[in-house]
């Protein structure tokens, strides 16, 4: 008869439906802390991007990271698709999350949190549903 127990290795989890704003782990006594704040998205039409595209600049320019250049790159981007006639969402939501990926790495990015949430948060919701991820990047999680 074949052992039909799993390895000790493996370990998988599967999600059926929608596993949105929960924390998942694998494998024996392992413990996880995750602290999530919900965020309360504005309506898309009522957020000015350009002005919080400013305002994640200033916030991401406080974060000392080797990848500095990168980060400015990467906002650079995101800024000159939104002077589009036509902004290309998908464009832009690229560009910040290499822009927050990057900034992540940094030491003391953790400091810069509170003043990242306010306009990630706008971002995020003149973005679409598409991007509600980046929340997750600065400690937030969508309805």
């Given at each position: 008869m074949a052992d039909t127990a799993p390895s000790p290795g493996a370990r998988s989890i599967h999600i059926g439906g929608n596993a949105a704003?929960?924390?998942m782990v694998t494998g024996d006594r392992n413990t996880v802390a995750a602290t999530y704040q919900q965020a309360t998205l504005p309506a898309p039409e009522r957020v000015d991007?350009?002005?919080e595209l400013a305002a994640l600049r200033e916030a991401l320019s406080q974060v000392q990271s080797p990848e500095s250049r990168k980060i400015a790159n990467a906002l650079s981007d995101a800024e000159d698709e939104v002077g589009r006639p036509?902004?290309?969402?998908?464009?832009?939501?690229?560009?910040?999350?290499?822009?927050?990926?990057?900034?992540?790495?940094?030491?003391?990015?953790?400091q810069t949190l509170d003043k990242l949430k306010t306009p990630v948060t706008n971002i995020a919701a003149w973005l679409g549903a598409n991007w509600h991820s980046l929340l997750h990047l600065v400690g937030l999680s969508s309805a």
């Open positions: 704003n929960n924390v991007i350009r002005a036509q902004p290309a969402k998908a464009e832009v939501g690229q560009a910040l999350q290499r822009a927050l990926g990057y900034a992540q790495q940094a030491e003391g990015f953790t």
